[in-house]
């Protein structure tokens, strides 16, 4: 599938929802409809999912759609791409946490914690590689207790996050985002627990290579040690013994 790095920037920060249809950030993210289960599996909990680098909503649609398959009612928040050198340029300065790095999704996500800090049941917020330094930089811009939220990150490339809510993260050992940038290498300074697991699949299914040679090399990395639907996802619902 052919990644789509010029015009996806238009939907940066929105919503993703059920057939990968797009909603203005300024949508409360309840009335956006969520991608449900299509295995037959019922939905038992709410999530707020947040894409990493090198995906556009298409591929971030079949993303959530994966999370939803393990019990999940999925609403995306979409960090759009412009490509691998912008997208990892964009990732240090959510590293720094600058201005410059303009992140749409930091500002939605931190619309949707202000919503839900209250909740008797709010969603479970989940971060996957980019994806988490959106969440702590988010979690991090809002000025109130955040012990009531439940975060989750997968193959995060952030290893600090606020304090208050309970952290769970998954680490493949062999993938060199959370092992460098995240909490892998610094798991005894973390927030939370660290999940270790050691995963490396042959990559199927790849783009073309003469298509675009920075996508290719990134559905390389996704589907050897670090994507969300061929590591982290199954290995999610291993420990949820599914």
């Given at each position: 599938m052919?990644?789509?790095?010029?015009?996806?920037?238009?939907?940066d920060?929105?919503f993703?929802g059920?057939?990968g249809?797009?909603?203005?950030?300024d949508?409360?993210w309840?009335d956006v409809?969520?991608?449900?289960p299509n295995?037959?599996?019922?939905?038992y909990?709410?999530?707020v999912?947040v894409?990493?680098?090198?995906?556009?909503?298409?591929?971030?649609?079949?993303?959530?759609?994966?999370?939803?398959?393990t019990?999940?009612?999925?609403?995306?928040?979409?960090?759009a791409?412009?490509g691998?050198m912008r997208?990892?340029a964009q990732?240090?300065?959510d590293?720094?946490n600058?201005r410059m790095?303009?992140?749409?999704?930091?500002?939605t996500v931190a619309?949707?914690v202000?919503?839900?800090?209250?909740?008797?049941?709010?969603?479970l917020?989940?971060g996957?590689?980019q994806?988490?330094?959106?969440l702590s930089?988010a979690?991090?811009?809002?000025?109130a207790?955040?012990k009531n939220?439940?975060?989750?990150?997968?193959g995060?490339?952030s290893?600090s996050?606020?304090?208050?809510?309970?952290?769970k993260h998954f680490v493949n050992?062999f993938?060199?985002?959370p092992m460098?940038?995240?909490v892998g290498a610094?798991?005894?300074?973390?927030s939370?627990?660290v999940?270790?697991f050691?995963?490396v699949?042959k990559?199927?299914?790849l783009?073309s290579l003469?298509e675009d040679v920075?996508?290719y090399?990134?559905?390389v990395?996704?589907?050897?040690?670090?994507g969300p639907?061929d590591?982290y996802?199954?290995e999610l619902?291993?420990?949820?013994?599914?």
């Amino acid at each position: 599938m052919k990644l789509d790095t010029v015009k996806d920037h238009e939907c940066d920060g929105h919503f993703v929802g059920a057939d990968g249809k797009c909603y203005h950030p300024d949508t409360y993210w309840r009335d956006v409809p969520p991608v449900l289960p299509n295995n037959g599996k019922p939905a038992y909990r709410s999530v707020v999912m947040v894409n990493g680098i090198m995906t556009d909503v298409a591929l971030q649609a079949s993303d959530m759609q994966r999370m939803a398959n393990t019990g999940c009612k999925v609403v995306g928040v979409h960090n759009a791409t412009k490509g691998m050198m912008r997208d990892l340029a964009q990732c240090v300065g959510d590293k720094l946490n600058l201005r410059m790095a303009n992140n749409g999704a930091t500002s939605t996500v931190a619309k949707v914690v202000r919503d839900i800090l209250n909740e008797v049941e709010p969603p479970l917020l989940v971060g996957h590689s980019q994806g988490a330094l959106v969440l702590s930089n988010a979690l991090g811009s809002v000025d109130a207790s955040l012990k009531n939220l439940d975060v989750m990150t997968l193959g995060g490339a952030s290893w600090s996050f606020p304090s208050g809510p309970k952290y769970k993260h998954f680490v493949n050992v062999f993938d060199g985002v959370p092992m460098g940038a995240g909490v892998g290498a610094l798991s005894c300074f973390s927030s939370g627990t660290v999940s270790r697991f050691s995963e490396v699949k042959k990559p199927t299914n790849l783009p073309s290579l003469e298509e675009d040679v920075s996508n290719y090399l990134a559905r390389v990395v996704d589907r050897s040690v670090h994507g969300p639907q061929d590591i982290y996802i199954p290995e999610l619902e291993k420990k949820q013994g599914t």
